[in-house]
């Protein structure tokens, strides 16, 4: 039952990102890769590629559930690529939901 709650939660995060990356499909790659001042002086390729690596490291390797390497930013060139890899995140966090589903009530340990 939560996990179903977690799931529709997801949803909603999922919808806010397809508008970015509808906004995304609408600017230039190089403005896709520049680095921006008010982003920390990082890029917004940069930015959604470590939100990514965020949800590989804390769902996929601290849970066993996934074992993958980090994904360098400059490896990605377009927002295609990075809508991607973000179907691979959905179907991890899908998963991931899954496998907690029985157990939800229970810490989920691991060494960072």
Not at 25 to 50: A, C, M, W
Request: glycine share 4%; net charge negative.
């Amino acid at each position: 039952m939560r996990s179903e709650v977690l799931l529709l939660q997801y949803d909603l995060i999922r919808d806010a990102r397809e508008v970015l990356f509808k906004y995304c499909n609408t600017i230039s790659p190089d403005h896709f890769q520049v680095d921006i001042e008010n982003f920390g002086g990082k890029s917004i390729r940069y930015l959604f590629v470590h939100t990514c690596n965020t949800y590989r490291f804390w769902v996929g390797h601290f849970t066993g559930l996934d074992q993958t390497d980090f994904i360098k930013s400059t490896a990605v060139t377009n927002i295609a690529e990075v809508e991607n890899l973000y179907n691979d995140v959905d179907v991890l966090v899908s998963n991931f939901l899954k496998h907690v589903n029985a157990a939800i009530e229970l810490p989920i340990t691991n060494k960072v």
